[in-house]
């Protein structure tokens, strides 16, 4: 009933706010705001800025004179920047939506990817994890068909590769998560969907809520998914404000995350600064009304840790947080520089220059809960760190991207997942012409070695995962 709520109120929204006045001016700022986010002159040659238009002059920008490209890829000069551009499809094709059809409002789509129910083939058979500190979070492995027949588990011995999808901060499996489950089953992958405590289900059984971008639970529950799964390689997704957990978790394991390439979908970087502005209107009392009720059923144990009067007449998202999270004293009430510490500790960029494994974000220019993207993506990174991969895509809205003659697959979800393909190509290219050069120079360099002391030699420090056999090119693509 919740959901229906929610999709009613969007379309009101989009009955008064997107009238098709609105919509011609809108399209004209667009335009120029590709300009502004255009790539810098030394990138644009080498990097996959010329796959955004073929008319396109190549001298920095996105696009050519009066033309709104329908994906743009922003990322650092490599060796695999360009072997991504060759081998995936999806990075320079998406059809864009005439001025007439739906897919034109980045609302609808929003609500066509996050808020509409979707009755699909997939369900879940649910694991619980207890963690070191008594806690509970839920892993949901994605299956098809008839939920009602026995459990069969998969071997652990099985080489599939495991997708974790960590969905939004609050909880809400998606028609999104849904279809890229779907897709991942279709495609070979062992989807599983990591909830926190107490949300989808979860039973919260200690006085303890995970904080914004603390990754101690699911590094948990990655090290779980490692010992189930061991002969698979780990590839993550993040949805929405769910990439923050994920960004998080990459930056403090930099090398150890035992992940092998990861994607966030309509990430939100900037998350103090969402919080403390919220996204639109209705958009921001749907997610603020979704957490109060999903919290109310702990109401009477969450009086322990927090003022529960003041945690269920918030106003704003920010004061959700701040109750939970940075309140002092019986009231309530936030302690003086608590906000700010808050977020040293959770901001999910904060430690962005340990991320070791490679990252494709894909967003879009009109996405309303992300906001205005000049102010909310942080394109010094896509364009200074190598590990990371921008597609930038010109509608789409909040983890909607619904194209024309899409047909099955979602084009966010395509991307991706060639996106994991072609790392995954890239990385064994790499290490078999290392393994072919390094016959070929065996001859002198074999017998010297052979009389050389082995004190001298350097010890490769042990390491409890795979990481050094998946990793032997010792990032090369970084060149």
Known sequence: MLEWIGVVCVLVLMATVWPVVKYFGTENQSRSLVRELGVPR????????RCTSDRGSGDGELDGPGESPAVA????????????????RSFCKNASASAWDWRASPYLQTVFGVFWPHDSAVHFMR?????????????????????????????????NPVLLIIPNSFGKITWNVRKLCETALGHGYLPVVFNRRCQNGTPLCTLKLQEFGDPTDLREAVRYIRYRRPAGRLYAVGESTGSGLLLAYLGECGSSSYITAAACLSP???????????????????????????LSRYRTVLREVVHADSLFSCSSLRAMEETLFCQSGPKGLPAEGAW?????????????DEVAIPVL????????????????????LFEDNPHFFLLLSSRGGHCGFAALEEGPVVWSHRALLEFFRATSDFFAAEERSKQTARRRGLGGAGRAFRHRSVSTCKKIPVCSHNIHDIYNWQRSYTR
């Open 340 to 352: 700010e510490s808050y977020w040293e500790r959770n901001d999910p960029l904060r430690d962005v």
């Open 73 to 88: 890829m922003i990322c650092k000069p490599s060796a695999l920047a360009n072997y991504l551009l060759k081998h995936c």
């Open 361 to 380: 974000c894909v967003c879009s220019r009109d996405d309303p809960v992300r906001g205005d993207p000049r102010t909310t993506l942080p394109l010094e």
């Open 42 to 49: 030394r990138e644009s040659k080498k990097c996959g800025a």
């Open 268 to 294: 939100v970087f900037r998350c103090q600064s969402w919080f403390e502005s919220g996204p639109a209107g209705l958009l921001h009392r749907a997610l603020l009304l979704y957490q109060k009720f999903c």
């Open 127 to 159: 694991d619980y994890l207890q963690l070191s500190d008594d806690g509970l979070v839920a892993l949901d492995w994605a299956a098809v068909g008839a939920p009602h027949h026995k459990r069969r588990r998969t071997s652990s011995s099985s080489t």
